[in-house]
C-alpha cells in the first residue's frame, strides 16, 4: 500500500502561482502513476492532471490546460504541481492520487489519495 502526503498549500492571489508536492512512500511506491485532484466547498472532488511512471503521459483537465504543470522526481518518489495565473474558482483542496496508470487517476479509478491540502486563491 502507498502513502501520500501533501504539502504546499496555502494563501495566493489571484494571478500569482503556487507548486504543490506530493510525496509518495511505501511498499513499490515508484511504480504508481500519480495525479492531483481537487474539490471546492460544495462540490464534488474534479481530477486536475496525472502523470505516468515514465513521465512520458500526461492528462490535465480543461480549466488548468495551459496554466499548470505536473511533474516528477522519481528518484524522491515525489510528484508536484506547478500552479500559475491561479483564479479565485481554483481554491480547493487538493489531493494527491495513485493507481496503476495515468489514465486510470483520470476516470478516479485509484488505489491510494492523500489528506489534501488547501489551496486558497484570494481575488
Known amino acids: 500500500q502507498v502513502q501520500l502526503v501533501e504539502s504546499g498549500g496555502g494563501l495566493v492571489q489571484a494571478g500569482g502561482s503556487l507548486r504543490l508536492s506530493c510525496a509518495a512512500s511505501g511498499r513499490s511506491s515508484s511504480s504508481y502513476a500519480m495525479g492531483w485532484f481537487r474539490q471546492a466547498p460544495g462540490k464534488e472532488r474534479e481530477f486536475v492532471a496525472s502523470?505516468?511512471?515514465?513521465?512520458?503521459?500526461?492528462y490535465y483537465a480543461d480549466a488548468v490546460k495551459g496554466r499548470f504543470t505536473i511533474s516528477r522526481d522519481n528518484a524522491k518518489n515525489t510528484v508536484y504541481l506547478q500552479m500559475h495565473s491561479l483564479k479565485p474558482e481554483d481554491t480547493a483542496v487538493y489531493y494527491c492520487?495513485?493507481?496503476?496508470?495515468?489514465?486510470?487517476?483520470?476516470?478516479?479509478?485509484?488505489?491510494?489519495w492523500g489528506q489534501g491540502t488547501l489551496v486558497t486563491v484570494s481575488s
Open positions: 502523470i505516468s511512471t515514465s513521465r512520458v503521459t500526461r
Open positions: 492520487a495513485a493507481a496503476a496508470t495515468a489514465a486510470l487517476i483520470r476516470t478516479n479509478t485509484l488505489d491510494a
